[in-house]
């Protein structure tokens, strides 16, 4: 971010928000340090405190946005939070504003923040969150896949029964599931879900995000997994799988599109979820499902 465009931001650092005290989730790029939002600046230059997962990765961020800390960063990781959260809450009681940011994207998204912000609602703290970047969400939109309904799984057991129940899981899922996993275990885990979900299975495999070298892997399972066989595999990857079909069953975006047919048609949404059903022989429960959830 160059010097010009930070002149620009000096007003707006200097901005005070309305409602003091409060524990304010920000979310922080993952990738290009331009996604970073005008809210996320003010938070953070007002802060009272900044709570972090790692000092050195939110410092050079701040020193970036030629932001000083005071007091100094306070870390808040996997390892602390679960002991550190009452003193933060506390202060936040006492009427500071806490930003709490992760190493990157959305705090309590496979990062630390789960736990404080339910101790802050036990508390009746306030909790503002500043959205911006989401690995998941990015890698989804991008997939090719169905966005419209999806389950979020985060990093999937690493052995044991517990993976084996959880991989089991995903191949049972009807809807697009996005799921995280390091370069070290990028392979295992393609062939394990290649095994469980089958050849054919539609998945998009994420590298980079909005970095200057971002890449997506699309295709089969089976042809994904021989790509990556062969590839060298550092770094953090969000895979997107598809769902489980049965062979020619109607996809949701095919139902999806007949409910809207008939409703401008004019048909109720009764009839409209009747028509659907019987027009592609599929669950009752499955269609009714899908009109709730896209009104």
């Known amino acids: 971010m160059n010097n010009s465009r930070m002149k620009n931001l000096d007003s707006v650092k200097k901005e005070q928000p309305e409602n003091r ?76 504003r806490v930003a709490l940011v992760s190493d990157a994207g959305l705090p309590g998204i496979s990062d630390p923040g789960e736990h404080i912000v339910k101790e802050a609602i036990q508390k009746e703290v306030t909790i503002e969150v500043i959205p911006g970047p989401s690995a998941g969400i990015t890698a989804l939109v991008a ?52 095994k469980t979900c089958g050849n054919d299975r539609q998945i998009s495999v994420a590298k980079e995000l909005t970095k200057i070298h971002e890449e997506f892997v699309r295709g089969t399972l089976s042809d994904v997994n021989t790509k990556f066989q062969s590839r060298n595999s550092k770094g953090e990857y969000v895979i997107v799988i598809g769902g489980r079909q049965e062979s020619g069953e109607a996809t949701d975006e095919e139902l999806l599109d007949a409910l809207k047919e008939f409703t401008d048609q004019g048909k109720s949404d009764r009839d409209a979820v009747k028509e659907t059903v019987k027009k592609f022989n599929v669950s009752k429960r499955r269609v009714y499902e899908l009109s709730i959830e896209n009104p």
Not at 158 to 173: C, D, M, N, P, V
Request: aromatic letters at 4%; proline letters at 4%; glycine letters at 6%.
């Open 143 to 194: 997939s090719g896949l169905p966005t419209t309904r999806y389950v979020f799984q985060g990093f999937i057991p690493r052995k044991g029964k517990a993976r084996k129940e959880r991989l089991h899981e995903i191949s049972e899922e009807r809807k697009t599931t996005v799921l995280y996993e390091s370069g070290n275990r990028l392979k295992q885990t393609i062939e394990d879900l290649k």
């Open 21 to 96: 005290h409060a524990l304010v989730l920000i979310a922080t790029p993952i990738g290009n340090l331009e996604d970073i939002s005008i809210r996320a600046i003010k938070e953070l230059s007002n802060a009272d405190l900044i709570c972090c997962e790692d000092t050195r990765r939110t410092g050079k961020l701040l020193q970036l946005l030629e932001i000083k800390p005071r007091p100094d960063l306070f870390v808040l990781n996997e390892h602390t939070e679960l002991t550190k959260s009452a003193e933060i809450i506390e202060r936040v009681r006492n009427g500071q």
